[in-house]
């Protein structure tokens, strides 16, 4: 198959690109050809500390995992996060800034994530093939055919949304408690389709753009990472979107 990705992303208002906490992978845009392809974009629970690093830890290894599957990924990324935790909190005493009483718990209880990813697999005609998505909270995958809303995971409307996703933790000890949380959905995939990821805030935005009869698909297929800083501002502007930090991946697939 053929992939052209695309990836739009701004932080919140008020805060820095430094402070942006989703997370996407891959990293660079353009196009991609392969049998199979794996996307990911993930968003870092602003409560806990370090979570756009988790973030970005979990969208690399769902993205690098190849065919493993949810339980092998997320030990592979416990894995490599307490590699980056050590790593963190020795920068820390390097630069003279130790880790203070009052961050101690945050980094007790470690970090937290959505995590949104999706497989592709390509038929022997090479025109059409199979897509396999697994969700951890509330980022969300939509396709369109044909200006049509096919498929959308796993939240299906605007006003499922609220403020107590499920998350994916860093710790080891609540791996049972995710793996039953995980929601995951097949679909097919065709020449010419477009798949969108998004994490919370633009994926309620688009679902209730879509209940009032609107097609949001189109302005998100227009906009470029140029101009999508001024298109985040304006529907925040008309409350259309929720304050913050805003990630969509759009994936043409051919």
């Known amino acids: ?39 990911a974009v993930a968003d870092g629970a602003s409560e806990s500390m370090l979570s756009g690093l988790w973030a970005d830890l979990l969208v690399r290894t769902w993205c690098k995992a190849r065919r493993r599957r949810l339980p092998q990924i997320l030990e592979l990324a416990k894995g490599a996060w307490e590699v980056e935790l050590a790593a963190y909190l020795e920068e820390r005493d390097r630069n003279e800034r130790p880790i203070q009483w009052f961050e101690e718990p945050g980094l007790e209880k470690g970090a937290f994530a959505t995590l949104l990813g999706v497989a592709f697999a390509t038929d022997h005609d090479h025109t059409g093939g199979q897509w ?8 969300c995958l939509f396709q369109v055919r044909d200006g049509e809303l096919l498929s959308a995971f796993p939240i299906k409307s605007s006003s499922e949304f609220d403020s107590t996703p499920k998350l994916v933790p860093s710790r080891t000890c609540h791996t049972d408690k995710v793996l039953a949380a995980a929601d995951v959905e097949r679909g097919e995939w065709h020449s010419g389709d477009t798949f969108f990821l998004a994490t919370d805030a633009v994926a309620a935005s688009f679902l209730a753009a879509y209940e009032s009869g609107s097609a949001p698909w189109e302005a998100l297929a227009a906009v470029g990472p140029e101009a999508f800083p001024a298109f985040v501002a304006s529907l925040r502007n008309d ?5 913050d930090d805003v990630t969509v991946m759009r994936i043409e697939v051919a």
């Open 239 to 243: 409350r259309s979107l929720r304050n």
């Open 1 to 39: 198959m053929r992939a052209f990705v695309t990836t739009l992303w701004v932080p919140r208002a008020g805060s820095s690109v430094a402070q942006y906490e989703d997370a996407f992978y891959p990293r660079s845009d353009g196009a991609r050809h392969a049998r199979r392809l794996r996307f």
């Open 132 to 139: 396999e998505a697994t969700a951890v909270g509330d980022s």
